[in-house]
Nanobody
Framework: QVQLVESGGGLVRAGGSLRLSCVAS????????MAWYRQAPGEERDRVAV???????NYADSVKGRFTISRDNAENTVYLLMNSLKAEDTAVYYC?????????????????WGQGTQVTVSS
């Protein structure tokens, strides 16, 4: 089993910055994609940013130019640097990771989620 543990959330004023971190540990085979999602009260969980193992990135339109996702493959860690934060960025942020495992010749896809970290931006 793989565990994801996020850190770095908190309360910040609009215009401020926060950096989220997520470390994967446990029975890791080879992490593929890593991503950050967020969920505001009463809303669906949406992907904020994703990064591939080779470093390719993709961002939600709402955070382009303000957020930066990065990863350290050796440490199985993903980061989300959030600048110019807005009140609408307030949400619980979840770390995501996936991997393929070959078991008895069959490639199986696994997805993992962190427990979430609260980010609150005051206006």
């Amino acid at each position: 089993q793989v565990q994801l543990v996020e850190s770095g959330g908190g309360l910040v004023r609009a215009g401020g910055s926060l950096r989220l971190s997520c470390v994967a540990s446990g029975d890791i085979f080879e992490i593929n994609s890593m991503a950050w999602y967020r969920q505001a009260p009463g809303e669906e969980r949406d992907r904020v940013a994703v990064i591939s193992k080779s470093g390719g990135t993709n961002y939600a339109d709402s955070v382009k130019g303000r957020f930066t996702i990065s990863r350290d493959n050796a440490e199985n860690t993903v980061y989300l640097l959030m600048n110019s934060l807005k009140a609408e960025d307030t949400a619980v942020y979840y770390c995501y990771a996936d991997e393929y495992r070959r078991i008895l010749g069959t490639k199986t896809f696994y997805e993992y989620w962190g427990q979430g970290t609260q980010v609150t931006v005051s206006s």
